[in-house]
């Protein structure tokens, strides 16, 4: 294998750990979680195989939108700390090997914040065109709300100077009008000021809204006119104050128009992306026991420049959002899935986590993860992913998976010291409840979720081609099942898994022989093997020989996966 520097692509082979510190551990014993609380909780981390933490927002807030309404770029809420304490983790996590981003929400603030209580009090505040205003009444916007159970309109009028102001979520939480250069300066600001405390980036809140002229006056749109420009010029500036800093994306849109965040063919935007559309088809072939979605949106996926990657997740701290999805598709995952009202979420979502979804099945949950860790990108983990929480079906909207991080057994989860009606958030019951689900009994049992998702992170690392390579969704007649190669270089692998309760068998032909040692294919597919790297017995420990044409056999249980390595007669890896 070739030798690179790869120390600036960092999160080609990450493992992302997204974190809500109001809810992973208390340190003091108020109720809530804190920064020094999950600071003492980094070593966990480290021992899971993270090596990337995304915090949530930490910034002052009035709380109305479990903190993405901020009401300073600049400061650490109270309730979790100080700056003091959030340099402390940031050192402490570096001193493992693991680096901190966080939540940059700049395409709206709280209405509480000074900017917009000055951009209020009349029409000649300085702070008047940080956000968009229009004096005629606004046409019917009901269809273009994010959260159409509590808003009606994306346009308030606000009594005191006798005119509208744009918001696409809360009106509590008014836009931002980054068509203005000094609101572009303020944000550039403040991503160099939290560089310079030691975060190592940032995941972009609701990038499109962020980006969004609706409404801007037409003047300032004329000076303006292409806001990829500036994200662009943003994702330079984070560059030169920290060269190897990320800008991980949060667009939901099609593959097409996502394409456009990267920055197109050249790149320079986004560093790295979610892939919405992945998640969506992954559950819609999960709910068919059919790969075939789950292929589709692979082979559908765009190329990215060398510099830019998916990041890929089943699980995080929003709604599972299904909007992609036609009508009748949607409808069979929620069929499938969450088929009562009560666990669906905007009519486009579920407020559910995995293991409730996959009923609990410890094989379905397991291929969830396996997909999770061997679809081409990078894998991000929602807080409790890990042990497999569960959520709570009573509390609001998206709030139902941001419960207590399940510790140990105690009627607290060990989350804090301070009794159940005293914590910030309710802890999960039932079934999922801390009793039955906690880090505690699965440290100490070796055929538990943790112990699974540790392997599976230990593996990831080991397998360079699933964040560095190119891939091939590779063509068969077994519809459940998908089976996809990976290859960079002279490492290679292949990742097949079955959506089916039935056992299969699939035959593969496994396209151009890999690389040998000294960089040559002579010997074809002569020798070469397929290694299995999870411990699952089921395959010989000498390998899965294949034929001289590339054909392989592969046997999978109902719900099984295996993790193949191709590995030439002349290769001597370690796994």
């Known amino acids: 294998m070739r030798i690179t520097d790869t120390s600036d692509l960092w999160w080609k082979t990450g493992v992302i750990y997204c974190v809500d510190v109001e809810t992973f551990f208390d340190s003091d014993g108020d109720g809530i979680g804190d920064l020094a609380g999950l600071a003492q909780r980094v070593d966990y981390l480290a021992e899971l195989g993270v090596t ?3 915090l949530m927002p930490f910034y002052p807030t009035p709380g109305r939108d479990d903190g993405y309404d901020i009401t300073d770029f600049y400061g650490v809420d109270h309730r979790l700390g100080h700056h003091g304490d959030l340099v402390e983790l940031i050192r402490t996590a570096r001193d493992r090997g693991m680096r901190v981003i966080a939540d940059l929400v700049v395409n709206h603030t709280s209405d509480r914040h000074p900017w917009f209580k000055s951009a209020r009090s009349s029409k000649d505040s300085p702070y008047r065109d940080f956000y968009v205003w229009r004096s005629e009444p606004p046409p019917d916007t009901s269809r273009e709300v994010v959260f159409p159970d509590q808003e009606q309109s994306i346009w308030t009028l606000d009594e005191k100077t006798g005119e509208w102001y744009l918001h696409h979520f809360y009106r509590h939480q008014p836009d931002l009008n980054v068509a203005n250069p000094q609101v572009r300066d303020e944000i550039a600001k403040a991503i160099g000021f939290w560089l310079e405390v030691g975060l190592s980036g940032f995941r972009v809140d609701a990038v499109p809204y962020f980006l969004s002229m ?49 920055g197109g063919a050249e790149g320079g935007e986004l560093t790295m992306m979610f892939d919405f ?10 709910a068919r026991q059919d790969a075939r979605p789950l292929a589709r949106a692979l082979k559908d996926r765009p190329q ?13 701290h929003d709604e599972l959002t299904l909007d992609k999805l036609s009508d009748s598709e949607r409808q069979e995952v929620f069929d499938a899935f969450g088929a009562d009202p009560s666990m669906q979420v905007y009519g486009r979502g579920l407020k559910r986590r995995v293991p409730p979804m996959m009923d609990g099945d410890p094989r379905r949950i397991r291929l969830m993860y396996s997909l999770l860790f061997t679809l081409p990108g990078t894998p991000v983990l929602y807080y409790g992913e890990e042990i497999g929480m569960g959520e709570n ?5 998206r709030m139902a998976v941001r419960t207590p991080m399940q510790w140990t057994a105690d009627a607290s989860a060990g989350f804090s010291t301070a009794p159940p009606h005293r914590l910030v958030a309710r802890v999960t019951g039932g079934g999922y409840g801390p009793e039955h689900v906690n880090v505690a009994g699965q440290r100490r049992d070796q055929g538990s979720l943790l ?8 593996r990831y690392r080991e397998c360079p081609e699933l964040g560095w390579g190119h891939y091939e969704v590779l063509s068969h007649r077994t519809p459940s099942v998908l089976a996809h190669r990976c290859t960079w270089d002279d490492a290679s692998m292949l990742a097949v898994h079955n959506l089916s309760s039935e056992a299969v068998t699939v035959s593969l032909v496994l396209g151009d022989p890999p690389l040998g040692p000294s960089g040559e294919t002579d010997g074809g597919w002569r020798g070469v093997v397929l290694v299995d790297l999870l411990p699952s017995g089921d395959y010989p420990e000498d390998g899965i020989p294949v034929a001289d044409d590339g054909a392989v056999t592969v046997p999978l249980a109902g719900y099984g996966y295996a993790w193949l390595r191709i590995q030439h007669p002349a290769q001597r890896r370690l796994i």
């Not at 559309?277 to 999960?286: D, G, V």
């Not at 079906?393 to 909207?397: F, M, P, R, V, Y």
């Not at 112990?451 to 230990?458: A, E, G, V």
């Open 451 to 458: 112990r699974f998702i540790t392997l599976l992170t230990q």
């Open 214 to 262: 609706l409404g801007v006056d037409s003047k300032e749109l004329a000076e303006f006119a292409n806001p990829h420009e500036y994200l662009r010029a943003l994702t330079k500036f984070m560059g030169r104050r920290c060269g190897d800093a990320v800008l991980l994306g949060e667009v939901n849109l099609p593959y097409k128009e996502q394409l456009e965040y990267f």
């Open 304 to 316: 990215t420049t060398p510099d830019c990657q998916w990041a890929t997740f089943v699980r995080n």
């Open 277 to 286: 559309i992945l998640m969506q088809n992954t559950y819609l072939a999960m």
């Open 52 to 54: 990337c933490l995304w």
């Open 393 to 397: 079906l009573e509390a609001e909207g």
